[in-house]
């Protein structure tokens, strides 16, 4: 079993920054893919990014490639969503998940999701 917790939200301005934090416990961190989804109220949970147990390979979704950044830190269990150039349509509740079974890119493929963090971008 593996808990996950984000933090890191917020309300920013377009073209403002936030990172995003997912803290991880229980079974071994360093060995699942980490990904971040987001959803957005009336619309269904979607590919953010991805990265893998050793940090050597990420995956982006097309619309925060270049203004995105993965990362993780396997020592402290955690995973980070550097987010620039914020854009009105990023706002949504940001999860974090693993426990990969599957597509990296598909959300039922996780088996691990933590509660959510809200990030509004106002225009």
């Known amino acids: 079993q593996v808990q996950l917790v984000e933090s890191g939200g917020g309300l920013v301005q377009a073209g403002g920054s936030l990172r995003l934090s997912c803290a991880a416990s229980?079974?071994?961190?360093?060995?699942?893919?980490m990904g971040w989804f987001r959803q957005a109220p009336g619309k269904e949970r979607e590919f953010v990014s991805a990265?893998?147990?050793?940090?050597?390979?990420?995956y982006y979704a097309d619309s925060v490639k270049g203004r995105f950044t993965i990362s993780r830190d396997n020592a402290k269990n955690t995973a980070y969503l550097q987010m620039n150039s914020l854009k009105p349509e990023d706002t949504a509740v940001y999860y974090c998940?693993?426990?990969?079974?599957?597509?990296?890119?598909?959300?039922?493929?996780?088996?691990?999701w933590g509660q959510g963090t809200q990030v509004t971008v106002s225009s």
């Open positions: 998940a693993t426990g990969l079974t599957g597509s990296i890119y598909a959300s039922k493929a996780y088996d691990y």
């Open positions: 229980g079974r071994t961190f360093r060995s699942y893919v």
């Open positions: 990265i893998s147990w050793s940090g050597g390979s990420t």
